[in-house]
């Protein structure tokens, strides 16, 4: 199953730049509602009972996997291929980083089985959940992307390397900053628009500093 999804993700990526569109959305959104489930039932509910509040976090992950599976039904994600230049190559970055997990891993000493795969481990596919929400802003839906920031910015800082020494999460907790501030950044202009949308119907300055 980690070769399986592994390369079912590298798959979806490579549609995702070559096919965009509502087809590759759902595909994606179905891939991703399953991986979630797979790593709320399988990962915590079945083989991680040791681990810490593995309850909790599988009911966060079948959370999310429900969510990426109403949206299938509702299509307000919209996976886009970033316009600007730098958005395009900040996004194969992340996406390389998420894919290159293993051998991160296997630099600070994490071989096989230790190694964290994407597809069936929680880090790596919430980054790479993330660089794809990242893509989709604003036509997201709140609810998952917060969800996904939650484990991707407290958990590796006081849980994840802590505990364990994965310091591969890293990937995952830069990802899940850069996923925040595109997100902080995407209400800003937000409510840049609604301003000069109301200035434009009132007949009063544009800007809020004009």
């Not at 980083?97 to 096989?112: A, E, K």
Request: hydrophobic share 55%; net charge positive; proline share 6%.
């Amino acid at each position: 199953m980690q070769i399986v999804m592994y390369v079912l993700a590298g798959i979806l990526t490579l549609l995702f730049f070559a096919r965009p569109g509502t087809t590759t959305d759902r595909i994606i959104k179905a891939y991703l509602a399953f991986a979630c489930a797979w790593i709320g039932v399988v990962f915590f509910l079945i083989l991680g009972q040791d681990l810490p509040a593995h309850n909790a976090q599988a009911f966060l992950f079948l959370s999310i996997a429900v969510l990426f599976a109403v949206d299938l039904l509702i299509g307000k994600i919209e996976f886009r291929v970033p316009e600007t230049r730098w958005h395009l190559y900040t996004a194969i970055f992340w996406f390389v980083m998420v894919f290159l997990y293993p051998v991160v891993g296997m630099l600070v000493g994490h071989t096989y089985p230790r190694m964290i795969i994407l597809g069936t481990f929680p880090c790596p596919t919430v980054a790479f959940a993330l660089v794809l929400m990242t893509t989709a802003l604003p036509k997201v839906t709140k609810p998952v992307y917060f969800l996904l920031l939650l484990w991707a910015i407290p958990f590796p800082i006081f849980f994840q390397i802590p505990q364990f020494g994965v310091y591969e999460d890293s990937i995952m907790l830069v990802i899940g900053i850069y996923s925040f501030v595109a997100l902080v950044k995407d209400w800003a202009m937000i409510g840049k628009e609604k301003s000069q949308r109301f200035g434009d119907e009132t007949g009063r300055p544009k800007t809020l500093s004009g």
